[in-house]
């Protein structure tokens, strides 16, 4: 076998492994809790799917450009705080609560493109260092408890369904589309791959690399403050508890579904294969009462697996 | 190559974070005893164990239940009179170990001792945890070095008890306030709600709307944290050992964030449940979120007051139970602690008295002009709940 084919074959075994980790899973779940697939189940699958998968394209990005993004929870957050306080439950207020949110999301992606860009800090460090000031800002500006109410006009794009599935799907399958045509086929998207696999040889052949990574993390702020609308939207309340596990959920879909660490490799369609295969595990684990520890412990070695996978087929083929 | 691992060892590392959130109630701990510096000085209070005995006799007629089993403590009086001090400058120093302003909670908590050593011009030295038992081991030793007079510690949980035995041996007087400790920590007095007395009045309040029979969920917040797994143990114990044909479907926690409640609760929707213990309003709400989207009625549930739920459910049909646990007994915490450096006998425990009710009663007790983060019945002065923008 040549060196091509080994590559080809490995390749093909990176985007088939987490179908296949899918497939197992749902097997394992229909077949330890029968009621996992009922129709309120479903729906609440399909949902966490959506609210992951909206954070995950975010993320993915970021992770193509070689970055990683860890302050999409603390943007989650900072939304629902924006909204709630801003509109206090009044719908007219909603579209300026919106804009502000957005303005915010762009500020932190902002913050994280220009640390990471231009003072070349390392994204985790650059992103987590955001996520604990933005959580910090938060609980001193809110006291721990944030005021105000969600208005009832934002609950459709939480709560409701459009033939029987619930709308943050919808809105998910919808960016995965454009994102992942985009990245397929655009010009765009070649930028973006070039400047994750070998950001050197991209700038070299005249790609703007840094307008790439920046772009990238300003894209996964926006989704993120779209995430916090949904979230925000079905709950109708605001929670002071909310959102670093969605940080957490967002880099694990895009792992899972063989999204590469390093840089470079992967599609949004491995991401909605992971997001598919977290909302699977979470109801999976509600169901058969797991508790906390049980879904993070599962959840861990499911990530751990797939980080191992991938570090395989890198060794192997001399990458890395 | 090294970045990957250290990527995957960040993700384990945020997955430990997720699963710490803080409580709304204050995480305490301890085995349910109670515990007094020395037993020698303290003489039994019929008087004492009769306020101990107080809200059980409330709880029990607000939720109709005939028979409510007491748990059963050694309701002392405690000899102050070693602590007994004169005000330097005309006023006491207080010190307030708190959880830190980390939810509406923890807000209403420090407000209403702040407010109350106020009224009593008392100096409050204080230290704020931020919810986290590692930071209040700090806390109180940088406390306890400012030499005041008296402590009081809201327990982040039972990790604190060396440091606070540390300050006992010092010659400082504790007060445990909202949560308990282990019976050898050292603390004079524990002013709190028991957790026995809330776990078993939700219990008994499921039981009597199912008739003894039936299948249920119970929900409480944070795995490990003794706020939520005391009333959950006592609560199992009740179901146990009474109602052998209550069947217990499924036991989840939620972290007591409304989000995590509604899909906790959107799993259990198709279970055909005939009711829902759960440990606190955060929960109540998102069971009710989590039915009614669903186009479900939504099953009796139990949970603390918070004006957001009786918001939310106002004029709806849902039946519910709550007893609260009043984030202004920190006030009574005080006046505690004042008694001790005043040489005023306390009791070793003070079971804090605030009125539980069910949707019979809930519109006395809904203020809907004021916030969702409210804690009903708010007993705050109007003055701090203006500043918290809690009405």
Same mark, same amino acid.
């Given at each position: 076998m040549t060196a091509v084919q080994t590559a080809r074959l490995q390749r093909l075994g990176t985007r088939a492994a987490p179908l296949a980790g899918l497939g197992a899973v749902i097997v394992l779940a229909a077949v330890t809790a029968p009621g996992v697939f009922g129709t309120d189940n479903l729906r609440l699958i399909l949902f966490q799917a959506g609210l992951i998968g909206i954070t995950a394209i975010g993320q993915t990005l970021v992770l193509l450009v070689g970055g990683i993004d860890l302050s999409i929870g603390a943007v989650i957050g900072l939304t629902t705080v924006i909204v709630a306080s801003h509109t206090d439950g009044d719908g007219s207020a909603l579209p300026a609560a919106i804009v502000l949110a957005l303005l915010a999301g762009l500020a932190v992606g902002g913050v994280n493109a220009g640390l990471v860009v231009l003072r070349r800090v390392p994204p985790f460090v650059a992103t987590f260092a955001t996520f604990v000031l933005v959580q910090g800002t938060i609980t001193a500006a809110t006291r721990g408890a944030p005021s105000g109410d969600i208005p009832k006009a934002l609950a459709p794009l939480g709560a409701d369904r459009i033939a029987g599935i619930p709308v943050p799907l919808w809105v998910f399958a919808a960016l995965a589309l454009v994102v992942g045509a985009v990245l397929a086929r655009g010009a765009a998207g070649r930028r973006v791959y070039a400047t994750g696999a070998n950001p050197r040889a991209a700038a070299l052949s005249g790609i703007r690399v840094p307008w790439v990574v920046a772009a990238a993390y300003l894209i996964s702020a926006a989704l993120a403050v779209l995430a916090g609308l949904v979230d925000a939207a079905y709950v109708g309340h605001v929670d002071a508890q909310l959102s670093r596990s969605l940080n957490l959920d967002s880099v694990a879909a895009a792992v899972i579904g063989g999204v590469a660490l390093t840089g470079g490799e992967g599609t949004v369609t491995q991401t909605a294969i992971g997001s598919v295969l977290l909302a699977v595990l979470l109801v999976w684990m509600l169901e058969l009462g797991a508790g906390a520890g049980g879904q993070l412990l599962v959840e861990g070695a499911v990530i751990l697996l797939a980080v191992w996978l991938q570090r395989r087929g890198q060794a192997t083929s001399g990458g890395g | 190559m090294r970045r990957i691992y250290v990527a995957a060892a960040l993700l384990l590392a945020l997955a430990g974070c997720s699963s710490e959130k803080e409580g709304t109630s204050t995480p305490g701990s301890g085995s349910g005893n109670t515990s007094t510096a020395d037993k020698g000085g303290c003489t039994p209070s019929p008087e004492a164990q009769q306020a101990y005995e107080a809200p059980w006799t409330q709880g029990a007629e607000a939720f109709g239940?005939? *028979?409510?089993? &007491?748990?059963?403590? %050694?309701?002392? %009086? &405690?000899?102050?009179?070693?602590?007994?001090?004169?005000?330097?400058?005309?006023?006491?120093?207080?010190? #307030? /170990? =708190?959880?830190?302003?980390?939810? %509406?909670?923890? /807000?209403?908590?420090?407000? =209403?001792?702040? /407010?109350? $050593?106020? $009224?009593?011009?008392? *100096?409050? #030295?204080? $230290? %704020?945890a931020n919810g986290d038992a590692t930071k209040q081991v700090d806390n109180i030793q940088q406390l306890a070095s400012q030499k005041p007079d008296a402590m009081v510690v809201v327990p982040m949980g039972p990790g604190i008890v060396g440091q606070i035995k540390a300050a006992t041996a010092q010659g400082i007087p504790v007060v445990a306030c909202a949560g308990q400790l282990p019976d050898n920590s050292g603390v004079v007095s524990t002013v709190t709600r028991s957790y026995d007395l809330q776990g078993k009045l939700w219990a008994e309040w499921v039981a009597k709307q199912i008739g003894g029979k039936g299948r249920i969920a119970m929900i409480s917040g944070i795995a490990g944290v003794p706020t939520a797994e005391f009333p959950k143990a006592a609560a199992e114990k009740v179901f146990a050992d009474k109602y052998p044909d209550i069947k217990i479907v499924s036991k989840q926690y939620d972290d007591w964030s409304p989000t995590k409640a509604k899909t906790v609760a959107a799993s259990l929707v198709s279970k055909n449940l005939d009711a829902i213990w759960s440990d606190s309003s955060f929960t109540a709400l998102g069971v009710y979120e989590a039915y009614t989207q669903a186009g479900k009625p939504v099953p009796p549930v139990t949970g603390d007051a918070s004006n957001a739920f009786l918001k939310a459910v106002q004029g709806k049909d849902v039946k519910f139970a709550l007893s609260p646990f009043p984030p202004e007994l920190s006030s009574q915490c005080f006046d505690t602690a004042l008694d001790i450096v005043q040489g005023k006998p306390v009791p070793n425990f003070v079971n804090v008295q605030a009125p539980a009710f069910t949707n019979a009663d809930a519109g006395e007790y809904i203020k809907p002009e004021c916030s969702d983060n409210l804690w009903v019945p708010a007993t705050l002065p109007e003055a701090e709940q203006k500043a918290l923008k809690l009405c």
């Open positions: - | 239940i005939d *028979k409510l089993d &007491v748990t059963q403590l %050694s309701i002392c %009086s &405690v000899d102050t009179a070693k602590y007994k001090k004169e005000p330097t400058d005309g006023s006491y120093r207080i010190a #307030l /170990a =708190a959880q830190g302003p980390t939810n %509406s909670w923890a /807000a209403e908590n420090e407000a =209403a001792f702040q /407010a109350q $050593a106020k $009224a009593k011009n008392a *100096k409050v #030295l204080y $230290a %704020s």
